[in-house]
């Protein structure tokens, strides 16, 4: 790959997804990834897809697929440099490294970076922010927009800042089966976790429309279809949709070992469009909080994740636990529980708007 293919390759991973995380200038970023992988031909870059030099934080980038380890160095503010053992990022591909560099500076401390329209300033903000530690980042980086004329790929559009979720609660109040061996029903759990995840989006500036329950009182719904669900889903005009369950495995009479969370995307291309990002975004977050089985994203032709049917750009389905095993039918239970799911899930979504999540 030469130096041009290489600038165009990554140029249209980063004009795709730059606006989703509310950033609208694109020069700055190819010439990062062109100064700190050298073109793509660098250790880190050849053999761990991360061109930026991202470094490993757990959980910070949902498309990693592991660790890298070499040497790297840094410099001192007396100029001297340190080198030592470190950790990287790695990602499966260049795509997924993009997506990775936008989910990594996707924190408060580079929500500076947002909205900027000029590249020496985008560049001013990173570096400030403590992503390089090198004392002439700024103008190296930007040499490299000059000398490759980069600017002619700053033509980000407005992003999108008015989002609207639909947030499903599964099944109904006295759907059969739908319980813990000891008769807690799985709606009433669902509904739990529907109604903080929805005060999380409320309170970060985000639209929502409820599916399948209509206030706190999870006693009273009926089991509403799911092609009523999704034609009500589609006739609000949702970005993105969010089911909610709970897990069950055996004959729901006696407990069993079954265990783990899990997130569902449909299995049919034609109907997952984004949902595989969204969530990544979000079951990276849910992992990440009660130590639970980690069972994966997954696919299936579950009617709650065809984004065709919901004319949705993402949807996925939850399952946050197994109400079959005793220990998970106990954290089920817990308000606790089905609110830091909530809040990890929230944080998920608006990761993968682009938006800051806000905090209490």
């Known amino acids: 790959m030469t130096k041009e293919e290489f600038i165009e390759e990554i140029a249209r991973y980063v004009k795709q997804y730059?606006?989703?995380?509310?950033?609208?200038?694109?020069?700055?970023?190819?010439?990062?990834?062109?100064?700190?992988?050298?073109?793509?031909?660098?250790?880190?870059?050849?053999?761990?897809?991360?061109?930026?030099?991202?470094?490993?934080?757990?959980?910070?980038?949902?498309?990693?697929?592991?660790?890298?380890?070499?040497?790297?160095?840094?410099?001192?503010?007396?100029?001297?440099?340190?080198?030592?053992?470190?950790?990287?990022?790695?990602?499966?591909?260049?795509?997924?490294?993009?997506?990775?560099?936008?989910?990594?500076?996707?924190?408060?401390?580079?929500?500076?970076?947002?909205?900027?329209?000029?590249?020496r300033q985008y560049l001013e903000y990173i570096k400030a922010a403590g992503y390089a530690t090198s004392l002439s980042y700024v103008d190296n980086v930007y040499r490299v927009i000059e000398t490759y004329h980069l600017t002619k790929y700053d033509n980000a559009p407005e992003p999108k800042t008015n989002f609207r979720v639909a947030i499903d609660a599964g099944h109904g109040s006295n759907t059969a089966g739908k319980r813990t061996p000891s008769g807690y029903r799985e709606h009433w759990i669902n509904v739990k976790c529907a109604g903080y995840f929805e005060e999380e989006l409320r309170r970060c500036g985000i639209d929502t429309v409820r599916s399948g329950w209509n206030d706190e009182n999870a006693t009273d719904d009926a089991d509403i279809t799911l092609g009523a669900r999704q034609n009500m889903i589609k006739n609000a005009d949702c970005d993105i949709s969010v089911s909610w369950h709970a897990n069950a495995h055996g004959n729901g009479i006696q407990y069993t070992s079954a265990q783990g969370i899990e997130t569902y995307i449909h299995s049919s291309p034609s109907a997952v469009r984004d949902s595989k990002n969204?969530?990544?975004?979000?079951?990276?977050?849910?992992?990440?909080?009660?130590?639970?089985?980690?069972?994966?994203?997954?696919?299936?032709?579950?009617?709650?994740?065809?984004?065709?049917?919901?004319?949705?750009?993402?949807?996925?389905?939850?399952?946050?636990?197994?109400?079959?095993?005793?220990?998970?039918?106990?954290?089920?239970?817990?308000?606790?529980?089905?609110?830091?799911?909530?809040?990890?899930?929230?944080?998920?979504?608006?990761?993968?708007?682009?938006?800051?999540?806000?905090?209490?």
Not at 73 to 100: C, H, L, R
Not at 279 to 307: D, E, P, W, Y
Not at 329 to 348: I, N, P, T
Request: charge should be neutral.
């Open 18 to 119: 730059a606006p989703r995380y509310g950033i609208l200038v694109y020069s700055p970023i190819i010439a990062q990834a062109v100064l700190e992988s050298a073109y793509g031909t660098s250790e880190l870059a050849v053999n761990a897809h991360n061109y930026f030099g991202l470094k490993y934080r757990k959980g910070r980038c949902p498309t990693a697929c592991g660790i890298y380890y070499k040497n790297g160095s840094e410099q001192n503010p007396d100029g001297t440099y340190t080198s030592s053992a470190m950790q990287w990022m790695k990602f499966p591909d260049m795509e997924n490294g993009v997506i990775g560099y936008f989910d990594f500076t996707n924190i408060a401390n580079y929500q500076k970076l947002k909205g900027v329209t000029d590249p």
């Open 278 to 360: 969204l969530a990544n975004q979000v079951h990276s977050r849910l992992i990440c909080g009660t130590a639970q089985k980690n069972r994966g994203v997954k696919s299936n032709n579950f009617a709650m994740c065809n984004c065709s049917a919901m004319n949705t750009k993402a949807s996925i389905l939850i399952e946050i636990g197994f109400m079959t095993n005793e220990y998970e039918e106990a954290l089920l239970k817990s308000d606790a529980f089905c609110m830091e799911c909530a809040r990890e899930a929230a944080q998920g979504v608006c990761s993968y708007l682009g938006i800051p999540y806000k905090y209490e």
